[in-house]
């Protein structure tokens, strides 16, 4: 596993809510924050040097959202890069939220997800002696049964509808088509052709004759906080669409075939015995456990499930407590989110740095002429919590051009920059 400690550690695309967690999880490390959205250009001009003239400097970046130029730089300075992800184990919310995650996942080779280059996970699967380590496997094998104890996923949410009652029992073959945000990094770097959601429910509908086919478009497009490349209407004649908040547990309870691009519910499938069609390359992908409609010459070792398990979920992530910061076990993370799930989540200490106070009212300045734009506030944060939810509008509301910046989507930074012109 990559050690941080010691080094001056410059971090690429963590948001403010982000860097409180951060500093928390790893309370020996150093971090410098850049800018979001950093060009090439802003780099070499502001950053190169600095970093080079550092002790001992480290290049942490969230996902793949580094410059170039940086990346170039690094290797060209031998200066490590270290890729930082949530890990499989995520949150007591049904997205990421801005919430800290129960798990984070670091790779000094690249984000696990990226099927072009060998991730430090693959390395693992593809060498490690599990045949040797038979304490380890025994403990992966009695993590399977608790993980499917919990009834926990990556994203939880209390409630939800029963798996029964989304679709009419008839007796068929049930086939669940698992949706994604389609220009995500994981299937921009895990797939190897263009593919859709929609493309998905056609293969499962045209290769399983008769049977029922359910289709769980991804939560955030459906209400529009993510960009969609296909319309789940389009393939509505051949599937049923699953729109509410249905926990995917409940819905693999009467599944008997997944079908998913790169979606970590394919991997929650395998470890209920349920076979899966995987079109593009994850992490657990290629060992022997899924029909693979991508191949990968790197990965020519056949795992058993309990092995797959032991590397992604106990060997692989780390595990925090996002109350107090302290890293903990896998086992310990399942006790305190099952628990909290059922009491509700403890207040926590790790708290976010301070927003940046909005302007008031001026002449001028970044909210126009006698700060009109301060008008615009409550009608847009009524939309973004109609958007998202009411820890976003409140968000908007404590500074609304900070927020439209540090936006994902680029189509809402547009937005943001039409609307707030001005920093």
Known sequence: ????????????HLRRWKQAILQAYFPQVGFRYLPLYLTDGDFARNWADTIKASARPALLVWGVNAPPAALAFAQQ????VYYLEDGFIRSLVPNASHSAPFSLTLDSRAPYFDSRRESDLECLLGSYDFAGDRE??????????????????????????PAGEVATKTGKRRILVL???????????????????????????????GCEILYKPHPDVLNGVRK???????????CEIITGPVPLPELLDTTDHVYAITSLGGFEALLRDIPVTIMGCPFYAGWGLTDDRQANPRRNRKLSLAELFAGAYLLYPLYFNPVTGAAISFEECLELAADWRETGMPESFITPP?????????????????????LLTEPLARIIAMMGDGNDAENF???????????????????????????
């Open 228 to 238: 969609r490349l296909s319309n789940p209407a389009d393939v509505a004649h051949l």
């Open 179 to 209: 949706g994604q945000v389609e220009d995500d990094a994981s299937i921009r770097f895990g797939c190897d052709r263009r593919l859709t959601n929609n493309d998905v429910v056609r293969t499962a509908a045209h290769e399983n004759p």
């Open 354 to 374: 301070p927003t940046p106070p909005k302007p008031g009212f001026r002449l001028s300045g970044p909210y126009g002429l006698l700060g009109w734009r301060h």
């Open 77 to 80: 300075n031998a200066i490590p």
């Open 1 to 12: 596993m990559p050690d941080l400690a010691g080094r001056d550690v410059f971090a690429f």
């Open 397 to 423: 509301r404590e500074n609304p051009i900070l927020f439209f910046r540090e936006l994902s989507n680029p189509t809402f930074r547009k937005v943001g920059r039409v609307l707030y012109p001005f920093d």
């Open 136 to 161: 380890l496997v025994d403990r992966a094998r009695e993590g399977i049964r608790s993980l499917l104890a919990s009834r926990l996923s990556k994203y939880n949410m209390p409630g939800g509808r």
